[in-house]
Structure formats: structure tokens, C-alpha cells
């Protein structure tokens, strides 16, 4: 069966860093658009990040552009969000998804496009 379990979150300073990874099992990993979201207390999941199947295209929500960059390695099934220059507003739990179109050509940023998502890992920036 399908699993997603992230690993990363924790404590961190505004300004600080953080690196999100999320292991992937029971699917070709390699054929699917992958994301991160995420959702802060009170408000609804928003979409944050997501790359194409062989990692060639990345699109990124305009709050975290330039500060949080995505990435695979299809060798090791794992997806990675590096988020740099933190900010209180990043606050938040963080899921990784994966997309149930395979080899769709473009990345999607609705989350009704992702069927398997994980627990989620709780960053919280603060000082």
C-alpha cells in the first residue's frame, strides 16, 4: 500500500532553516508529481510546493518563492523541501501528497488532484 512518512520538522528560529524529507513506499515514485502543503492552526490546508516525476519543473505558492526549494531523488523514493529564512507565518503542520494522475505533464497545485498524503510534521518557527 501507498505510504508517506515525513521527517524534519521541529523547533526553529525566524531566519533560521529547516529540511523536510518524506519517504515513499508502494507506488512508482518516479511517475508522480509530488507536493507539499501545509496548515496552520485555524486555517485551511494550502498548497506549498511541488515538482514534476523526474524533477525537471518546480512551482512554489508566492508566500514561500525564493525562500523554500523542492526536490527528489527517485533512487531513493523521497521527496525534500529546504526552507531557509523561516518566518513565524510558516508555521504550521507540513504534509507531503502525491499526485493520482500518473505522468501528468505539468504540476498541479489543487490539492483534490493528490490522493495519498502523509500524517504530517509540525514546524514551528518562533523565537
Known amino acids: 500500500q501507498v505510504q508517506l512518512v515525513e521527517s524534519g520538522g521541529g523547533l526553529a528560529q525566524p531566519g533560521g532553516s529547516l529540511r523536510l524529507s518524506c519517504a515513499a513506499s508502494?507506488?512508482?515514485?518516479?511517475?508522480?508529481?509530488m507536493s507539499w502543503a501545509r496548515q496552520a492552526p485555524g486555517k485551511g490546508r494550502e498548497w506549498v510546493s511541488g515538482?514534476?516525476?523526474?524533477?525537471?519543473?518546480?512551482a512554489y505558492a508566492d508566500s514561500v518563492k525564493g525562500r523554500f526549494t523542492i526536490s527528489r531523488d527517485n533512487a531513493k523514493n523521497t521527496l525534500y523541501l529546504q526552507m531557509n529564512n523561516l518566518k513565524p507565518e510558516d508555521t504550521a503542520l507540513y504534509y507531503c501528497?502525491?499526485?493520482?494522475?500518473?505522468?501528468?505533464?505539468?504540476?498541479?497545485?489543487?490539492?483534490?488532484?493528490?490522493?495519498?498524503w502523509s500524517r504530517g510534521t509540525q514546524v514551528t518557527v518562533s523565537s
Open positions: 508502494g507506488f512508482t515514485f518516479s511517475s508522480y508529481v
Open positions: 501528497a502525491k499526485d493520482y494522475t500518473p505522468n501528468r505533464p505539468s504540476v498541479t497545485n489543487h490539492l483534490y488532484e493528490y490522493d495519498y
Open positions: 515538482i514534476y516525476s523526474d524533477g525537471s519543473n518546480t
